[in-house]
């Protein structure tokens, strides 16, 4: 196996920590993994005439931000591993603890909340790992008003479209509010999936030609991590299309009317991305029972052509085990020919057994 598969079949394995305060913990309590990274803060605000963007040192840097109504202003968290921070954020922004704990204690289902006048979307971004796995992680937005904050548990992420938009002068994005902001990023952690989905169809292809012409140990087992892999995007795909759909149809949610077709169409995407994994689930479980029925049909060839093998001996050996009785009087034990005669039987004896057989189609 090369490395790089060896890398996907250990990738394939791994098990997500989750990131839980202690049983019987206060509502709201807030959990940190030991090397999580300290939260990175970067700020983008725009108006339909100029934007701006920095990084910003602390949260003490964000109600200045916000002192400026006519603007939409995007603050971005890289990382959840200060939870001092996070609660300092929480506060600014006036989101409630119970929201932040969400944020916080991944992974979380994906929903679509409202807490006061703040909504809350959990999703799950997937993104390629540079050995070729599949990395998941769990993205929280906060929509409030004039305003969107992104937690992220790491730096990274599949945003970069949505941030030239936003530099770009005449992007759309720079004339709508803070709702098509939040549609904006919702539709990119979506449409991430398309690469980590198009990538495991190549994979399976390669898996497909392996099946059918040199399937081994391996290919079984990256068929079980692809399945893995498969199995786990379709459960976070499924629970984050709902909470999608909950964005467009729910009217008690802060989305403008303008904004909710384009959440509708993200909702699209997000079943043609459902069903894409089912379809490659499928194919994966299709490829598995191939290889198990070529594997037992390469067994069942190596057992008839070994039962062939013996009993064109079992007539030869019976021959030769007469005559190595070791008796005084025997027929033929003093014939010039007698030992050619024998030879010659034997070989007559296992021609037409051979000939028999290929005419039963049995070789």
Known sequence: MSGARKANHRHGRKRRRTRKPPAGSAAGALAVREGEP??????????????????????????????????????????????????????????????????????????AEL??????????????????????????????PGWVVSFQEKPGDVFEPVRERIRADQSRIRRMQADFLAYSLIDAVVDGYFAVIEHIGDALDALEDEVMDRPTRETLAQLHVVRRQLLHLHRLQWRQRDAIAALWRDETLPISDPVRPFLRDVHDHAFVVLDSIE???????????????AASNRLSEVMKTLTLVATLFIPLTFIVGVYGMNFEVMPELRWRYGYAAVWGVMLAIGVGLFVWFRRRRWL
């Open 38 to 111: 300290s939260p990175e803060l970067h700020a983008m605000w725009y108006d339909a005439t100029q934007q701006g963007e920095r990084a910003l040192t602390s949260p003490a840097e964000i109600p200045e931000l916000l002192s400026d109504p006519g603007r939409t202003v995007w603050i971005d968290v890289q990382g959840l591993g200060n939870l001092d921070e996070l609660r300092e954020i929480g506060r600014l922004l006036q989101i409630d603890r119970l929201a932040i704990a969400d944020v916080a204690n991944a992974p979380q289902p994906a929903k």
């Open 115 to 144: 807490w006061g006048d703040r909504l809350l979307f959990v999703g799950h971004m997937a993104t390629l790992a540079p050995s070729g796995g599949v990395e998941i992680e769990q993205i929280s937005l906060v929509l409030g």
């Open 279 to 293: 379809t490659f689930r499928d194919l994966a479980v299709g490829l598995m029972e191939v290889y198990l029925s």
